[in-house]
Nanobody, 122 residues
Framework: QVQLVESGGGSVQAGGSLRLSCEVFGRALDMYAVAWFRQAPGRGRDLVAS????????DYVDDVRGRFSTSRDNAKNTVYLQMDSLKPEDTAVYYC???????????????WGQGTPVTVSS
């Protein structure tokens, strides 16, 4: 059974930075692309960024492009989301999710983490 565990969330002021981690248990991460989602209060989960299995192909939504970057260390079975120049509108619970294959154009799996909260104050 696969388990995804996010960590690294917290409270920061606008302009600050946080680095989120998503560690995967029960599956060799080097076979799977990973996506980051976020859910702001009262809203659905929105895609933020994706990274392929090799860490060479990425995608970011416009709201975070240039401020967020995702990377991975397959030896540690962990994916990261570096968030810089944070804004109050980045406040949300952040989740990682596996794709069903190595590419960011594969279908999503139903494997989610429990989320890590990020609060950005102005």
């Amino acid at each position: 059974q696969v388990q995804l565990v996010e960590s690294g969330g917290g409270s920061v002021q606008a302009g600050g930075s946080l680095r989120l981690s998503c560690e995967v248990f029960g599956r060799a991460l080097d076979m799977y692309a990973v996506a980051w989602f976020r859910q702001a209060p009262g809203r659905g989960r929105d895609l933020v960024a994706s990274i392929d299995a090799t860490g060479t192909d990425f995608d970011y939504v416009d709201d975070v492009r240039g401020r967020f970057s995702t990377s991975r260390d397959n030896a540690k079975n962990t994916v990261y989301l570096q968030m810089d120049s944070l804004k109050p509108e980045d406040t949300a619970v952040y989740y990682c999710r596996l794709f069903m294959g190595p590419s960011i154009i594969d279908s999503y799996s139903n494997d989610w983490g429990q989320g890590t909260p990020v609060t950005v104050s102005s």
